[in-house]
């Protein structure tokens, strides 16, 4: 918390809520307490689920829907922007989408992570398409079948963004930061995105 109140009074944050982790358990899974508590000290804008479905589903655990959506009702409470985001795709994680986010659809902005190594990321966006607000998360890597990670060159996050931005995302997010800044400045390929948005 410190670190944040000395960084980021000014700067408006995006907060995950949830990071899933190689646990049994998600690594953070944040209540809307400790949502209040960032809030004190950052200029909260927008919250962030980040893979939950995935997760769980890769964990055989029942999705928390109750939590979810009491998160959500809060951020929404508070005006804050909802940002869903995942990268795996088929017929059984987005049925369990869908079911997870029935009565928020149009609440949310919904982003397609680009570290998906199974489907093309036309496949990704045209899914994310479907909500009323959506958008992309370009990353700069994605992992391959034999679960190695795979980093890609400039042009491919280059062609990441530009399909995005053709088809008409609303938002376009990058990650990892360390691929696109060093010490708060832009390295080459942010250079790079900028000119291209």
Do not use: C
């Not at 998160?71 to 994680?93: P, Q, R, V």
């Amino acid at each position: 918390m410190a670190w944040l109140a000395e960084n980021f009074t000014r700067i408006p944050v995006v907060i995950d809520v949830f990071e899933g982790g190689e646990n049994t358990s998600p690594n953070v899974m944040l209540n809307i307490t400790e949502l209040e508590q960032v809030m004190n000290i950052a200029n909260v804008t927008a919250i962030r689920f980040p893979e939950v479905i995935s997760w769980y589903m890769g964990a055989k655990n029942p999705i928390p829907t109750e939590w979810i959506h009491s998160m959500m009702d809060f951020a929404l409470s508070k005006n804050l922007t909802i940002y869903w985001s995942e990268w795996k795709l088929g017929s059984d994680i987005e049925a369990l989408t869908n079911a997870t986010l029935v009565g928020y659809e149009d609440k949310i902005t919904y982003l397609y992570q680009t570290n998906n190594q199974y489907q093309t990321q036309m496949i990704g966006y045209s899914y994310a398409h479907e909500f009323l607000h959506w958008g992309v998360s370009v990353q700069s890597w994605h992992v391959t079948p034999n679960s190695t990670r795979s980093d890609l060159n400039v042009t491919e996050v280059a062609e990441y963004l530009m399909l995005a931005r053709n088809m008409g995302a609303e938002v376009i997010e990058f990650e990892p930061y360390s691929y696109f800044f060093k010490n708060g400045d832009p390295l080459e390929p942010m250079q790079r995105m900028r000119s291209i948005i």
